[in-house]
T-cell receptor
Framework: KNEVEQSPQNLTAQEGEFITINCSYSVGISALHWLQQHPGGGIVSLFMLSSGKKKHGRLIATINIQEKHSSLHITASHPRDSAVYICAVRGSAGGTSYGKLTFGQGTILTVHP | GAGVSQSPRYKVAKRGQDVALRCDPISGHVSLFWYQQALGQGPEFLTY????????KSGLPSDRFFAERPEGSVSTLKIQRTQQEDSAVYLCASSLALTSGPPNQPQHFGDGTRLSIL
């Protein structure tokens, strides 16, 4: 079982729909990242959070530390939101984690006009 | 300002050739990570540098993989005697974070080098 699991793996939506991508993890973490990757490989960091909720524009990220679960929501989705969304966790501070990230397999989002 | 720069963006090599991939991190960033991303998968950790010291190389898949960061800035990932299974996108990320302390420093990613081994 992977340490970081995302669902769904593929998601198709119509423009304007509300979208949710889920991430569950099985290890202790100091932070969780939501990343966006467009074709061509470039990765953009959307959120880094260790508790609660963060909002940026139409994007909302939440995390429940006790349940080891995070969600990324996109309100009023748009075709330009089409990308791969990746959840990644940073190991607990100290030890030998060095802050390296462990990634989920990604969710491919396609938003149709 | 300049972000993390990786070169080349694309590299095609024949099986058995050696390749070198370069990463220019954001100036002043102490931490540098290399990740490997196979097609359709999430990235996987390869190695970590704090300044010039390679503190973790547990993710390197074989002794054909070698990374260095001799002056604590630019890093090079070298793959010797390439194999087809080495085909992937190689991502570099840097951050201000040190090995411990509050997790308040995000990692900044380059666009990656897409390596294809024929």
């Amino acid at each position: 079982k992977n340490e970081v699991e995302q669902s769904p793996q593929n998601l198709t939506a119509q423009e304007g729909e509300f979208i949710t991508i889920n991430c569950s993890y099985s290890v202790g973490i100091s932070a969780l990242h939501w990343l966006q990757q467009h074709p061509g490989g470039g990765i953009v960091s959307l959120f880094m959070l260790s508790s609660g909720k963060k909002k940026h524009g139409r994007l909302i990220a939440t995390i429940n530390i006790q349940e080891k679960h995070s969600s990324l929501h996109i309100t009023a989705s748009h075709p330009r939101d089409s990308a791969v969304y990746i959840c990644a966790v940073r190991g607990s501070a100290g030890g030998t984690s060095y802050g390296k990230l462990t990634f989920g397999q990604g969710t491919i989002l396609t938003v149709h006009p | 300002g300049a972000g993390v720069s990786q070169s080349p963006r694309y590299k095609v090599a024949k099986r058995g050739q050696d390749v070198a991939l370069r990463c220019d991190p954001i100036s002043g960033h102490v931490s540098l990570f290399w990740y490997q991303q196979a097609l359709g998968q999430g990235p996987e950790f390869l190695t970590y540098f704090q300044n010039e010291a390679q503190l973790d190389k547990s993710g390197l898949p074989s002794d054909r993989f070698f990374a260095e960061r001799p002056e604590g800035s630019v890093s090079t990932l070298k793959i010797q005697r390439t194999q087809q299974e080495d085909s992937a996108v190689y991502l570099c990320a840097s951050s201000l974070a040190l090995t411990s302390g509050p997790p308040n420093q995000p990692q900044h990613f380059g666009d990656g080098t897409r390596l294809s081994i024929l």
